[in-house]
């Protein structure tokens, strides 16, 4: 059996603003391209309402015009189109070496979406990959939007599933890009489930995938404004 790796858990009570996020990803992994060799990091939290445009994503997924959208709207350096973020959907951040995991972003993205997959069974509920799409289905149903960045090997941005969130902001994009395929959320097969409840799991999902064990950081590695 491989050995465990290191890594900070960065966990927010409360949902934040996108920008906060990403300033602390990128705070994260400009640690990791200074010294490789330091602890993976990874951020779970939630957001407040927004929208995020992958790099090269098209505005022609949006339902609104750009320069005045419902909620903020940001462009972000993740692959991906157009997504929507809210409360009661769970965020997951991994800040990584991918040397360490494999150096290759298709099989990261694989190993995310089994993470979500993994999860899936522990509810009794079967996760369904689509071929040639990123994320993780129920019953037809998108539950998980999955989009990365990586700059030398040192990855961004991750997962979100949507567990008891409303689903009324997707009604005003297209998302990920698709249009056939509608999102849902975990709370539909099971009522009552909330994104609290399933804080623990995930983490335990996402370690025992990777192969790391999660600790709280220490005042040398804590993040400003936190």
């Known amino acids: 059996m491989a050995p465990q790796l290191d890594a900070i858990l960065f966990e927010a009570p409360r949902p934040l603003a996108f920008e906060r996020a990403w300033r602390a990803q990128q705070q994260l992994q400009q640690r990791l391209l200074l010294d490789p060799s330091s602890a993976d990091a990874l951020l779970l ?68 979406e089994q993470v979500v997959i993994d999860l899936l069974a522990e509810l009794g509920l079967e996760g369904e990959r689509l071929d040639g799409l990123t994320g993780v289905w129920l019953e037809g149903r998108k539950l998980a939007a999955i989009g990365v960045g990586a700059r030398r090997w040192i990855s961004q941005h991750g ?20 249009a056939d395929r509608p ?41 400003p404004g936190w």
């Open 183 to 223: 999102v849902g959320r975990l709370w539909d097969w099971r009522p009552g489930l909330t994104a609290a409840q399933l804080r623990q799991p995930l983490l335990r999902c996402f370690a025992s995938r990777f192969k790391l064990q999660l600790r709280a950081p220490r005042a040398d590695e804590a993040l």
């Open 45 to 112: 939290l939630e957001h407040e309402p927004c929208y995020t445009l992958g790099r090269g994503a098209s505005t022609a997924h949006l339902c609104f015009a750009p320069d005045s959208p419902p909620l903020p709207l940001l462009r972000i350096d993740r692959g991906g189109e157009v997504t929507h973020h809210a409360p009661g959907q769970l965020v997951l951040y991994p800040v990584l070496n991918l040397q360490r995991h494999g150096a290759d972003l298709h099989v990261y993205l694989r190993q995310l």
């Open 159 to 178: 997962l979100a599933l949507n567990v008891d969130c409303s689903l009324d902001g997707f009604a005003a994009i297209v998302p990920c890009g698709i």
